[in-house]
């Protein structure tokens, strides 16, 4: 079993729907949450940072963490046509250590 | 957001020579550095974890002798693909670490190598 797994899509939404995105990892010793996206031929660009347990907002993004589940999600509101592209979720377990990604969703969002 | 450079975006070159990509952290101070290289429609595989003043830490099947990093100071690492072969066209990605409380990584705009 990977210690992330990420469901690859592709996941393909109207705009202006709300975007569901989510990782589980087998890992309890994973503190550090991350998710990025990526648009073809570039490099991932940090979206959310967490730590430990619990929501975060930033516009129209929301990172959630449940570690008792050993689950993180991801949610878009009001999805565009610009947010097409492919999310990672990735962790870690300490500072200085590489991220432990998941195989990124890809998504469209339709006009 | 912290901003990381890389240098040269693409590059082409042929199958023998050496080619230098730099990774700069523009606006922060970077202890560890990592590379990463992706395939078309795969995700970043993990090359090397690189920290400053130190050698460098390869993943398992990683040659180290052929991709050659060097981390001179906190906001320059280098990555050196010696002896380059078609097998090493790659997207090659950097990223560094913050220091301090957060536990923040940003990357690179990425590489794009081809060997002909």
């Known amino acids: 079993q990977k210690e992330v797994e990420q469901d690859p899509g592709p996941l393909s939404v109207p705009e202006g729907a709300i975007v569901s995105l989510n990782c589980t990892y087998s890992n309890s010793a994973f503190q550090y949450f991350m998710w990025y996206r990526q648009y073809s031929r570039k490099g991932p660009e940090l979206l959310m940072y967490?730590?430990?347990?619990g929501n975060k907002e930033d516009g129209r993004f929301t990172a959630q963490v449940d570690k008792s589940s050993k689950y993180i999600s991801l949610f878009i509101r009001d999805s565009q046509p610009s947010d097409s592209a492919t999310y990672l979720c990735?962790?870690?377990?300490?500072?200085?250590?590489?991220?432990?990604f998941g195989k990124g969703t890809s998504l469209l969002v339709t006009p | 957001g912290a901003v990381v450079s890389q240098h040269p975006s693409w590059v082409i070159c042929k199958s023998g020579t050496s080619v230098k990509i730099e990774c700069r952290s523009l606006d922060f101070q970077a202890t560890t550095m990592f590379w990463y290289r992706q395939f078309p429609k795969q995700s970043l595989m993990l090359m090397a974890t690189?920290?400053?003043?130190?050698?460098?830490?390869?993943e398992q099947g990683v040659e180290k002798d052929k991709f050659l990093i060097n981390h001179a100071s906190l906001t320059l690492s280098t990555l050196t693909v010696t002896s380059a072969h078609p097998e090493d066209s790659s997207f090659y990605i950097c990223s560094a670490e913050t220091q301090g409380q957060h536990y923040e990584q940003y990357f690179g705009p990425g590489t794009r190598l081809t060997v002909t």
């Open positions: 990735a962790m870690s377990a300490h500072s200085g250590y590489a991220l432990n």
């Open positions: 690189s920290n400053e003043g130190s050698k460098a830490t390869y």
């Open positions: 967490t730590y430990s347990s």
